[in-house]
């Protein structure tokens, strides 16, 4: 099966699918999650410094036997290291902790603090060869004030994304900037509701595949980048096998009937304060 990439505004290619590892504690389970997907045919891991899990992806690249070249990492920095000459040193740790001399995609995790000095930073360690590509995650208010100031204008953002939220707004916005929109909660946090949809049951008998799969192959036919959750060894293929089929216009305009606004995480100020305040440890 052959995997797709996408190019991004930097002329980098990145593999469009990898393995999330939002929520699995570091440590073995991190480690067989990575291992059991780069046997799959994995080449790219979404983490971030506020998952405490960059030890268990750096611990199992250096496993896997694969060359660094041919696998692509992402990572976020956290709010309480933002700020310009805060967060170049703060990548460096990120750095040690993945056991890599750079980065492939380095992302603002949240909108809040000091974002445009962390994206000084950011593109300071661009220059240093430390971070392949910057991007950001979760930005929206104000999003063209940070665009117009950034020098670097950002490869890739982190939303919330899947069929019943399809972000076409966000993206038309981020279009000139020829950023890449990636999903996450890809396959809505595994809502059952979402996995039982009718509309996707169907195209899930008509191409022989399951729901999980047609959504999946959904977010590849958007253009999107999509890295779902899962430490199941059975999800982990499963989610990867879908470069056999494509979804024509019609069953797109199927899916598309899905769109209801839903999203399952709403910011608020609240949870922007608990952004603000939490520190993940080193
Ligand atoms: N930037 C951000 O703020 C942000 C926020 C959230 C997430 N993310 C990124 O996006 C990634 C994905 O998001 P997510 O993990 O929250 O949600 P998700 O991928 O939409 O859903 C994960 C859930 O789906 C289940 N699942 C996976 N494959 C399945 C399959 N084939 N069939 C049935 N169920 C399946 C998983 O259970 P099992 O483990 O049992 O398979 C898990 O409960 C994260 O890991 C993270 O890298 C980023």
């Known amino acids: 099966m052959t995997q797709t990439y996408l190019k991004l505004n930097n002329g980098l290619e990145m593999p469009q699918f990898g393995l999330g590892v939002f929520l699995v504690p570091d440590g073995k389970e991190t480690i067989d999650a990575c291992l059991n997907a780069f046997k799959s045919g994995y080449r790219h891991i979404d983490t971030a410094h506020a998952y405490q899990n960059e030890r268990g992806v750096g611990e199992a690249l ?35 902790r993945l056991q890599t001399k750079y980065i492939d995609l380095l992302l603002l995790h949240q909108q809040v603090g000091d974002y445009n000095g962390a994206w000084k930073d950011m593109e300071k360690a661009v220059a240093l060869g430390k971070v392949k590509a910057i991007g950001i995650s ?109 979804l024509n216009a019609e069953d797109m305009e199927k899916i598309a009937t899905l769109n209801n606004g839903k999203r399952y995480f709403t910011d608020n100020l609240a949870q922007q304060q608990r952004f603000t305040q939490w520190k993940p440890e080193d």
């Open 62 to 96: 250096k496993q896997s036997g694969l060359k660094r070249e041919e696998v692509w990492i992402t990572t976020k920095v956290w709010p309480s290291e933002y700020g310009e000459g805060k967060t170049l040193p703060a990548i460096d740790k990120m750095l040690e």
């Open 138 to 246: 979760n930005f929206n208010e104000n999003l063209e004030d940070f665009l117009a100031h950034a020098t670097i204008k950002p490869a890739a953002i982190q939303v919330e994304c899947h069929p019943y939220f399809p972000q076409h707004e966000l993206k038309k916005r981020m279009a000139e900037y020829g950023t890449v929109l990636e999903s996450w909660y890809p396959l809505g946090h595994g809502d059952p509701k979402l996995l039982n949809e009718p509309v996707l049951v169907e195209l899930a008998k008509k191409y022989g595949k399951t729901v999980a799969q047609i959504i999946l192959r959904w977010h590849i036919e958007e253009g999107n980048s999509v890295f779902p959750k899962t430490t199941n060894p059975e999800h982990i293929k499963e989610n990867f096998a879908i470069f056999d089929f494509s």
